[in-house]
């Protein structure tokens, strides 16, 4: 299992990335609203820039992306 979910890096919208467990597909990106209910969810993150980001009313969404749409 993941520590922290996967964030986008330094001046990237998104990051996209196959799942190990699933072999699913998946694109990670920031929300400027952590009472979205597309939020990762932050009670399994009680420590680390992902909690830091929360507190302060950030949140990563995490979405099924077909094969296809995965970015180079």
């Keep these: 299992m993941q520590y922290q979910p996967y964030q986008p890096y ?7 990335y ?5 072999g699913k597909y998946y694109r990670s ?6 009472s979205s209910e597309d939020c990762v969810p932050y009670g399994i993150y009680k ?19 077909p094969e296809k749409e995965v970015s180079r």
């Design 10 to 16: 330094k001046d990237y919208k998104y990051v996209d």
């Design 18 to 22: 196959k799942e190990k467990e699933s």
């Design 29 to 34: 990106y920031w929300i400027d609203n952590n």
């Design 47 to 65: 420590y680390g820039h992902y909690a830091d980001a929360f507190r302060h009313g950030k949140c990563i969404v995490k979405k099924e992306i």
